[in-house]
């Protein structure tokens, strides 16, 4: 604390990212990053950017990377907003989309980041408790029909849940007077995606990061999709706070990154079997394992305590991420999907942790 401080910043409390420590051999599931590089085109996308022309300022309205993000989706130019990251895309949605009068609503267990920018920009978020099997319930939210906007995960986080593309359409139909921001950081793992409803749905934002399933969370790019009214909005945010949120490395990468459908596919695929494996296995050790359409599991042992087998598998230099709270989900633990080999060793450090507990 500090008198040098503002008001708002005495009333802050800051997201907290799961831990990046430096330890060799580190096994690391527990922040949801992708286990194989970027594609190639990538990596020589940034070499070829990162010479002379770093003297100059990037292109403050991205075009070549919106026109390929556009051209992936089949959508206009104009409905593409990008970030650094899909969070500084998800702050300005907030400023420029949710902030009203009426309550934002929001799943009480999803992405934490959503109450950070509720009181960032001093936001009165209304938490809808998921239901009993951590499901998100569409008519819990069509029943605060006066709301300043609806934001959820899908698939969710931290649970991997995914909500069926039918639900979303009936949130969008049953809230037409404020935005519904669906953020779909993980929808290239098995969920399917709202962007098919755009049309006809005016006050529909779907949010994208790089990060997840293109192995871009070093480079800090993220996106969204919508109408051009909406992306107008943050784009007058956006140019009140940044003109440069990308530089050119990143737009160039993430330019070669969108155009990659060839790595693209077969690293989702990779990905989606690994977690199948994974599934199998931590039920095999009985662990109860939500259906996931992600890229990480949310599981929980009946008969071991959460937090001590995080702690175990810490202490074998595997990371995994535990939430204490909400104390619903204090005795799940998420695992971020790794390589066939990183499964299979944590698979045997729970096989061993598990052997001394019982
Ligand atoms: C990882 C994640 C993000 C943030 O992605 P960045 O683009 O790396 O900022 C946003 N939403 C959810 C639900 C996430 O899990």
């Known amino acids: 604390m500090s008198r040098f401080w503002s008001e708002v910043v005495h009333g802050l409390t800051p997201y907290v990212p799961g831990e990046q420590p430096k330890i060799d051999g580190l096994i690391k599931l527990n922040t949801n990053e992708c ?29 070549e990377l919106r026109a390929a993000i556009a051209a992936h989706h089949g959508v206009d130019l104009a409905q593409v907003f990008v970030g650094n990251g899909s969070d500084e895309v998800l702050a300005h949605v907030f400023m420029a989309l949710l902030r009203h ?31 009993e099997a951590l499901h998100i319930r569409v008519d819990d939210y069509l029943a605060r029909p006066r709301n300043g906007g ?68 070093g480079l800090r790019v993220g996106y969204c ?54 599934i199998a296995g931590l039920a095999e050790l009985g662990f109860d394992v939500l259906p996931s359409a992600a890229n990480f599991v949310f599981a929980r042992h009946p008969a071991a305590d959460a937090a001590r087998l995080a702690a175990e598998l810490r202490a074998r230099r595997i990371l995994v991420r535990h939430f204490a709270r909400p104390e619903r989900i204090a005795q799940f633990l998420r695992i971020s999907v790794g390589t066939d080999a990183q499964c299979d060793a944590l698979l045997q450090a729970l096989r061993e942790i598990l052997s001394q507990a019982l």
């Open 225 to 278: 999709v919508g109408a051009p009214e909406l992306i107008d909005g943050l784009t007058r945010v956006k140019d009140s706070f940044n003109s440069y949120p990308l530089d050119r490395l990143a737009l160039a990468g993430a330019t070669a990154a969108m155009r990659d459908d060839a790595w693209f596919a077969d690293t989702c695929a990779r990905i989606i079997a690994s977690r199948e494996q994974l």
């Open 35 to 63: 286990p194989y590089p970027p594609s190639r085109a990538v990596l020589d996308a940034i070499a070829a950017a990162g010479g002379d022309a770093l003297r100059l300022y990037p292109d403050p309205q991205a075009l």
């Open 150 to 217: 609806i934001v959820l995960a899908n698939p969710n986080a931290p649970t991997g849940i995914a909500l069926e593309l039918a639900e979303i359409e009936r949130l969008l139909r049953g809230n037409r007077d404020s935005v519904v921001v669906v953020d779909e950081a993980y929808v290239d793992f098995g969920a399917r995606s709202a962007l098919a409803l755009l049309d006809g749905h005016p006050n529909l934002l779907v949010v994208r990061t790089l990060s997840k399933s293109r192995a871009l969370a």
């Open 101 to 131: 009068d009426a309550p934002l609503l929001l799943p009480d267990i999803s992405y934490s980041f959503y109450p950070v920018y509720a009181k960032l920009y001093g936001i009165d978020a209304e938490p809808v408790a998921l239901d």
